[in-house]
């Protein structure tokens, strides 16, 4: 070999060398996604709630008030985990084999990748670990794979199956877990010890801090249940309307929206109450927004890490709810186990406890918006959301364009310059909207782009300013003649006037792109069909199909 030749190897090799020791200055990135928290929530969307490091970095970097999840537990982290619909990549309640999951995608561009909290994505039975969090990309997983449970280390947990905690793909006993075990501090715990494992090695993480809190049931640490004694006697319609007074200065809420807005499940008035029923009631929301309190308070530990560590500044934080607030009344999970617990006025929001908060107050925190929970209208999908790194253009600010779940994935690869899903998986739906929160302001899916959303119940597609949705489950009297509605969500963001007659060739392209999409995914049962007898909640049908897939 001549000496020339091996000089240039010699160069080679020498860059190659340099090069590998270079600093990775690509973010780290952190999704913090409570279950089931209402719309406005925290203080940056307008509750009474204290939440101080959560509205810091919401303040920080960019609200959108657009973003939409899917409507239930399971099909959220389907997609987020996809950047397509559940429908695309959910096959019986797992992730289809041919999905490449967002932390596979990170985890071949060099990122750790890690999960602390709830799966999902592994349904119940005999839960194989192709199923699991670390056959889809995770380096480290702290998961609870259980739908329902207790958030404390406490016997009934026992009899509902509630914990099913495991660390990277091993059961974990409860009786190895604390006595003082609870879900937020424990989830937080662990993805900081994660991040901190593999800190020395320089190269980014991605984190996904899936909280289980504020899901049913509802319950915090004694030290925190006294925390808004008293605050909620006025009921759950004196809320609603201070929550949309604040949303509206916060500029959360259009300036369209009908401010006597009552919403249309509502069939119990909180003066019809008895003392003791207004008592109860109060109580379980009291307990609510401790548990939130709590959520931010750890989020806020989480935080100091990344700053005391010198982390924060190089941090994405993605903040959102997995679908809308959560109605359901209280026994209707235990009812249906067959189990009792003691929600006595004294022991609400203990362990000994599995209480529910019910349709009005998950209505004040989902106002203006219609439905809850397992709805495909906003108040089931259109959910709290924020944005926040030194990158972001308009900080302090609002975006109001519409957004999914379905476009983290795109985004975070375009954040971490990583390549998308190879020849052999499926293609992602979602899109990017790194480059509008950087500057650009061109729409991330424009006005002629159909965004479509299925469960066992209903249908609906978005496309620019219109949405078509067909929810025969929470129509007040379903008939045959039941069809497809038509809505402007620009000047009609609560879906309260169907515009099918006045505009048809919207409705019947809509149709036409709702058709197209079935019929490419080979979607069954392409029109749902008007259940028999629907079972309500407190006059609403809203909850119920949160059951199906949670």
Known sequence: MNERLLAVLWVAVWWAAAAAQQPDTRPNIVIIMPDDMGYTDIGAFGAEIRTPNLDELAFSGVRLTNFHSGPTCGPTRAMLMSGMTSVESLTRGALKPNVQSLPELLREAGYHTYLSGKWQNNPPGRRPPENGALAHGFEKAYVRDAIIGSHFNAPANVNTGGLEMKENGEDIRMQDLPSDFFSTAAFTDKAIEYIESNRADGRPWFTWLAY??????????????????GHYDAGYDVLLRQRMARARELGIIPGNIDVDYVPPSRTVRWETLTDEE?????????????????????????????????????????????????????????????????????KLGTAESFPAYG????????????????????????????????????????????????????????????????????????????????????????????????????????????????????????????????????????????????????????????????????????????????????????????????
């Not at 975070?412 to 899109?431: C, F, Y």
């Not at 038509?486 to 709702?514: C, K, V």
């Not at 749902?528 to 909850?543: C, E, L, T």
């Open 359 to 550: 349709i009005g107050w998950a209505e004040a925190s989902t106002a203006p918006f219609k439905w809850t929970k397992g709805a495909l209208t906003e108040g089931g999908v259109r959910v709290t959301a924020f944005v926040a790194h030194s990158a972001i253009a308009d900080k302090g600010g609002l975006d109001d364009d519409y957004m999914t779940v379905m476009d983290i994935l795109p985004t975070l690869l375009e954040i971490a310059d990583a390549e998308g899903p190879g020849p052999d998986h499926l293609p992602v739906r979602g899109k990017s909207f790194w480059p509008r929160l950087t500057g650009d302001p061109a729409s991330t899916h424009g006005e002629s782009e159909a965004i479509p959303y299925v469960t066992a119940e209903a249908r609906a597609l978005v496309r620019g300013e219109w949405k078509l949705i067909y929810d025969l489950l929470r129509m007040q009297e379903p008939t045959e003649d039941t069809d497809w509605e038509l809505f402007n969500l620009a000047d009609d963001p609560q879906e309260m006037n169907d515009l099918s007659n006045e505009y048809p060739e919207i409705r019947r392209e809509l149709m036409t792109a709702w058709e197209d999409f079935a019929g490419a995914v080979a979607l069954n049962n392409n029109r749902p069909q008007a259940p028999s007898s629907v079972p309500r909640a407190n006059g609403s049908m809203a909850g119920m199909a949160g059951m199906t897939a949670e």
């Open 278 to 346: 207004k008592a109860h009631s109060a109580r379980t929301m009291e307990v609510y927004a401790a548990m939130i309190e709590n959520i931010d308070f750890h989020v806020g530990r989480f935080v100091n890490y990344l700053k005391q560590s010198g982390q924060f500044d190089n941090t994405v934080f993605i903040f959102m709810s997995d679908n809308g607030a959560e109605d359901l009344l209280e026994g209707f999970y235990t009812a249906r186990m067959g189990i009792e617990f003691d929600n006595s006025l004294e």
């Open 212 to 229: 289980t809190a504020p899901h049913i049931p509802l319950q915090a640490p004694d030290d925190w249940l006294d925390r808004y004694e």
